[in-house]
């Protein structure tokens, strides 16, 4: 057995997990949905799915990406990938109310799931959850920018009544009245584009008081903000405060680079897999839910160098 196991060590062997899943009769994979870049606020999911993988493959797990134009076609989709026994559970997401039906679904089948984002319109203790707070997330925005001297602080968010949208606005209303500011007519919202938080910034701007900085719902439409600040010859960091959410890629690329609220996505997916092993150990726990702080990277829209 020494000299086997020396050769195993010496030939750097990995098990095979495919070879395992026909032994055993369990997939070890993890259904997940990916989404168009239109869906994608700041390639979060994108990020968040490599963390998954990363994670998953720790633990003898693979991820089984599949695509779908809508929930009708992605229910068929779990529905044949679970029969089939191609996986043994699944992470969704919900942030609107599209989603709805897959976690309805899933839990009516009793198929093993865990949704990452609070399930909106579901009650929170029947799921599975990790989501991170974004509530908390714009109230370090607002506490940041009223620390380095401003009063007037406006929001840009979605106009789709959805959960997430509401969570991070309720964030900068709740800190906004902690420091006794007005908030009246100083959130504005639209589409996440570029575009649409240059427009909204920019009638913000033009008022006869107008805002001297902006706590925004993305990333996209931080950066909308500042090109609106920058075609009316404000220099942000110095005449005006922005910081946007996500802490993307675009947010280190635009000059000046954005201070944006980061998503802790790695510890997110780590705490998704151990979810989803408690879910297929069949313990008889209760549901588990897992709200992360985000965290604030100062850059120079705020703080110039």
């Given at each position: 057995?020494?000299?086997?196991?020396?050769?195993?060590?010496?030939?750097?062997?990995?098990?095979?997990?495919?070879?395992?899943?026909l032994?055993?009769?369990?997939?070890?994979?993890?259904?997940?949905?990916?989404?168009?870049?239109?869906r994608d606020?700041g390639?979060?999911?994108?990020?968040?799915?490599?963390?998954?993988?990363?994670?998953?493959?720790?633990?003898?797990?693979?991820?089984?990406?599949?695509?779908?134009?809508?929930?009708?076609?992605?229910?068929?989709?779990?529905?044949?990938?679970?029969?089939?026994?191609?996986?043994?559970?699944?992470?969704?997401?919900?942030?609107t109310?599209?989603?709805?039906?897959?976690?309805?679904?899933?839990?009516?089948?009793?198929?093993?799931?865990?949704?990452?984002?609070?399930p909106?319109?579901?009650?929170?203790?029947?799921?599975?959850?990790v989501?991170?707070?974004?509530?908390a997330?714009?109230?370090?925005?607002?506490?940041?920018?009223?620390d380095?001297?401003?009063?007037?602080?406006?929001?840009?968010g979605?106009?789709?009544?959805?959960?997430?949208?509401?969570?991070?606005?309720?964030?900068?209303?709740?800190?906004?009245?902690?420091?006794?500011?007005?908030?009246?007519?100083?959130?504005?919202?639209?589409?996440?584009?570029?575009?649409?938080?240059?427009?909204?910034?920019?009638?913000?701007?033009?008022?006869k008081?107008?805002?001297?900085?902006?706590?925004?719902?993305?990333?996209?439409?931080?950066?909308?903000?500042?090109?609106?600040?920058?075609?009316?010859?404000?220099?942000?960091?110095?005449?005006?405060?922005?910081?946007?959410f996500?802490?993307?890629?675009?947010?280190?690329?635009?000059?000046?680079?954005?201070?944006?609220?980061?998503q802790?996505?790695?510890?997110?997916?780590?705490?998704?897999?151990?979810?989803?092993?408690?879910?297929?150990?069949?313990?008889?726990?209760?549901?588990?839910?897992?709200?992360?702080?985000?965290?604030?990277?100062?850059?120079?829209?705020?703080?110039?160098?």
């Amino acid at each position: 057995m020494r000299k086997v196991l020396k050769a195993v060590d010496e030939l750097g062997y990995r098990p095979n997990h495919a070879a395992r899943s026909l032994r055993t009769r369990t997939p070890q994979a993890v259904g997940f949905r990916v989404f168009p870049a239109h869906r994608d606020v700041g390639g979060i999911l994108s990020s968040y799915l490599y963390e998954l993988s990363v994670a998953a493959n720790a633990a003898g797990y693979g991820v089984f990406c599949h695509a779908a134009v809508n929930y009708q076609e992605e229910i068929r989709i779990i529905e044949e990938t679970f029969r089939r026994n191609t996986v043994d559970c699944f992470v969704t997401t919900c942030t609107t109310s599209d989603d709805l039906p897959i976690p309805l679904f899933l839990l009516d089948r009793h198929i093993p799931f865990v949704v990452f984002g609070r399930p909106w319109g579901l009650p929170m203790s029947e799921c599975w959850w990790v989501d991170v707070d974004g509530a908390a997330g714009l109230e370090q925005a607002v506490n940041h920018l009223v620390d380095i001297g401003h009063q007037r602080i406006a929001y840009l968010g979605w106009e789709k009544s959805i959960g997430l949208a509401e969570d991070r606005e309720s964030g900068w209303q709740r800190a906004m009245n902690s420091h006794g500011l007005a908030t009246s007519g100083m959130n504005m919202r639209g589409p996440d584009d570029v575009e649409t938080g240059r427009r909204l910034a920019g009638a913000l701007l033009d008022r006869k008081t107008p805002p001297t900085a902006f706590t925004c719902a993305s990333d996209t439409l931080a950066i909308g903000a500042l090109r609106a600040c920058q075609e009316r010859g404000l220099e942000p960091g110095r005449d005006i405060g922005i910081v946007g959410f996500d802490d993307s890629i675009g947010a280190r690329a635009v000059t000046p680079a954005l201070t944006s609220v980061a998503q802790p996505l790695e510890t997110a997916a780590k705490h998704t897999l151990r979810l989803l092993l408690d879910l297929l150990s069949g313990s008889d726990s209760k549901p588990e839910q897992i709200l992360l702080r985000p965290s604030l990277v100062i850059r120079e829209s705020t703080v110039p160098r």
